[in-house]
C-alpha cells in the first residue's frame, strides 16, 4: 500500500509550500543575478524553507505529499547551495578553462558527499521514506562525479560511452540496497517497505536507459527489427524480475523505449497512420493483462526458483510457497 495523501489538504499545502519555495528561490536568485552558474543564494533559501516547514507539516502532521515535496526541495537546496558557492569561487561557469572543468567535478562530486550527509540528517530527524533513496542518489553522484574527475571525462569526446556503464552499474547496486530493504520487511507492513519503493524507482530507470540505449533505440529512429527484438526480449527478462520481486517500477521506467520500438516497427511494416493506435493496444494489452493476473503469474513464477531465494522475496500472493 502506497498512502500518498490522506486528504485535499495535502493538495493544498503542497500547492502553498511549491509557491514559498518558488519565491525563497527567486529573493535567492536576486543576490547572484550576475553570476552564472546555480544560485547558491537560491538553494540556501529553499533549504531552509523546506527544513522549517518539515519541522510542522512533516514532523508533527505527517503528510506524506508535502513531506515528499519538502525532501526533495531540500536536498536540491543542498546541493545547489554547495556547487552554487563551488563554481562562484572558480569564477563562474562561463569563466571555467578545460583545467577548470575538471576541477568543477571534483568540486561536484564534494557538493553531493555532503549533500548525502545532508540527507541523512534529514532521515535522522523526520524519517520520510524517499530519503534513503535521495541519499542513494546523492552517493551515485559522489562516485560517478569522482570517477569523472580521475578519468578526465570533462574534457573527452567518448565521455557518455564511460558515464553509461557506471550509470548502469549504479542502478544495479542501488536495486540491490532496494532488496536488502524489501527482505527486511517481506510482508511489507513498515516503513521500511516505503524505502525499498523509492529505491526501487529509483534503481530502474538507471538500469533501463543504458541497456535501450546500448540497443541502439533512444534515438527513436531507424531501429532495426533486430534491436527491436532486443528491446522486447530485455522488457520481458525486467517483467520477469518485477514479477519475483513483485515490483513494478522496471516496467514502467522501459516502458517509454517499448512504445518507441513498437511505434517504429509498426511504422517500419506500414501500418503509418495506424502505427501509434496499434503500439497502444498490443501494450496497453498486456499490461492490463498482466495487472489482472499478477498475483497467480507470480505464484507460478516463484514456485520456479530454489527454495532459499523464495525464502527471500515478499509474501504477497505466495501463501502456498511461503
Given at each position: 500500500n502506497f498512502r500518498l495523501i490522506n486528504s485535499f489538504n495535502d493538495i493544498f499545502v503542497t500547492i502553498a509550500a511549491v509557491l514559498l519555495?518558488?519565491?525563497?528561490?527567486?529573493?535567492?536568485?536576486?543576490?547572484?543575478?550576475?553570476i552564472d552558474g546555480p544560485p547558491p543564494f537560491s538553494g540556501l533559501l529553499i533549504a531552509g524553507t523546506a527544513w522549517v516547514l518539515a519541522e510542522l507539516f512533516t514532523k508533527k502532521r505527517r503528510m506524506a505529499l508535502p513531506s515528499i515535496l519538502l525532501l526533495l526541495a531540500f536536498v536540491g537546496g543542498v546541493f545547489v547551495t554547495l556547487i552554487g558557492f563551488g563554481i562562484m569561487a572558480l569564477g563562474g561557469g562561463d569563466n571555467i578553462d578545460p583545467q577548470g572543468q575538471t576541477l568543477a567535478l571534483v568540486i561536484a562530486s564534494a557538493s553531493a558527499l555532503l549533500t548525502a550527509a545532508a540527507t541523512w540528517v534529514h532521515w535522522q530527524r523526520f524519517k520520510v521514506?524517499?530519503?534513503?533513496?535521495a541519499?542513494?542518489?546523492a552517493v551515485a553522484a559522489t562516485v560517478m562525479t569522482a570517477l569523472g574527475a580521475a578519468f578526465g571525462l570533462a574534457n573527452a569526446d567518448n565521455a557518455q560511452n564511460v558515464l553509461l556503464p557506471m550509470v548502469f552499474m549504479g542502478g544495479l547496486a542501488i536495486f540491490a540496497y532496494a532488496m536488502r530493504w524489501d527482505i527486511s520487511d517481506r510482508a511489507r507492513t513498515t516503513r521500511r517497505s516505503d524505502v525499498a519503493f523509492w529505491l526501487h524507482l529509483l534503481a530502474a530507470p538507471m538500469i533501463a536507459h543504458p541497456l535501450f540505449y546500448w540497443l541502439g533505440v533512444t534515438g527513436g529512429q531507424d531501429i532495426s527489427p533486430a534491436a527491436a527484438v532486443g528491446v522486447l526480449c530485455v522488457y520481458i527478462a525486467m517483467g520477469l524480475v518485477a514479477?519475483?520481486?513483485?515490483?513494478r517500477a522496471l516496467l514502467v521506467s522501459a516502458l517509454a523505449y517499448v512504445l518507441v520500438t513498437l511505434t517504429s516497427l509498426f511504422d517500419r511494416f506500414g501500418a503509418v497512420e495506424l502505427n501509434v493506435?496499434?503500439?497502444a493496444l498490443v501494450i496497453g494489452s498486456a499490461l492490463l493483462t498482466l495487472s489482472a493476473f499478477w498475483t497467480p503469474i507470480r505464484q507460478a513464477l516463484v514456485r520456479l526458483l530454489p527454495g532459499p531465494m523464495q525464502q527471500k522475496l515478499p509474501l504477497?500472493?505466495?501463501?502456498?510457497?511461503a
Open positions: 519555495l518558488v519565491a525563497m528561490a527567486g529573493i535567492g536568485q536576486a543576490f547572484t543575478a550576475d521514506p524517499i530519503t534513503v533513496a541519499g542513494a542518489a514479477l519475483m520481486v513483485d515490483r493506435a496499434l503500439t504477497s500472493g505466495l501463501a502456498v510457497t
